[in-house]
């Protein structure tokens, strides 16, 4: 089982729509979990922290459930300007964070 | 922004050649990190480095090698390139202790 897994989509949106992404993990120490984003042939950038008592930006909400192992991504009123990739990473002490696959969002007008 | 810069942005070059892909950041950051990322797929941590004097292989394994002589400075050397090779190289940066990755804008390599 790969450390961090993904649900690689497209998830394709209206604008305007609510969309949620989950991403599973399998190494119960880890400790830092965060989302980037991840535009066409561009590198990624942080988009978000997520703590374990949620952590929320405008219209993005982070998850985290440890018990089940797993941080979640929430976007509302989407934009046509949200469609990228989104990448789950966790971390943790001196692990080298790991990069999930990424799951691709397409918000159509 | 971050101040993580990669040089080439672009490079066509022809088989067997040796190359140097460049990364330099101004954060102060102890670590760094170079990603093989091919098109439409997943990060492929192939170096990284906890601080000067610091390289260790990632989890993909790659023919190139790096080295940290100072800690702004950490760069990608491939000795003889093939067309196997050909993919987008990511470097970028961490503090110590803190997970948080900024990343560089790439080198696009073509290896003809």
């Known amino acids: 089982r790969k450390e961090v897994e993904q649900d690689p989509g497209p998830f394709n949106v209206p604008e305007g729509a609510t969309v949620a992404f989950n991403c599973t993990y399998s190494?119960?120490?880890?400790?830092?979990f965060f989302w980037y984003r991840q535009d066409c042939r561009k590198e990624p950038k942080l988009l978000m922290s997520?703590?374990?008592s949620g952590n929320e930006d405008g219209r993005f909400t982070a998850q985290l459930n440890r018990a089940s192992q797993y941080i979640s991504l929430l976007i509302r009123d989407s934009k046509l300007s949200d469609s990228a990739t989104y990448l789950c990473?966790?971390?943790?002490?001196?692990?080298?964070?790991?990069f999930g696959r990424g799951t691709s969002l397409i918000v159509h007008p | 922004e971050a101040d993580i810069y990669q040089t080439p942005r672009y490079l066509v070059i022809g088989t067997g050649k040796k190359i140097t892909l460049e990364c330099s950041q101004t954060m102060g950051h102890d670590k760094m990190y170079w990603y093989q990322q091919d098109p439409g797929m997943e990060l492929h941590l192939i170096h990284y480095s906890y601080g000067v004097n610091s390289t260790e292989k990632g989890d993909l394994s790659s023919e190139s090698t790096v080295s940290r002589i100072r800690t702004e400075h950490f760069p990608l050397t491939l000795e003889s390139a093939r067309p196997s090779h050909t993919s987008q190289y990511l470097c970028?940066?961490?503090?110590?202790?803190?997970?948080?990755?900024?990343f560089g804008p790439g080198t696009r390599l073509t290896v003809l």
């Open positions: 990473v966790r971390a943790g002490g001196s692990y080298i964070p790991t």
């Open positions: 970028a940066s961490s503090e110590y202790g803190y997970n948080e990755q900024f």
């Open positions: 190494n119960s120490a880890s400790q830092s």
């Open positions: 997520v703590y374990s």
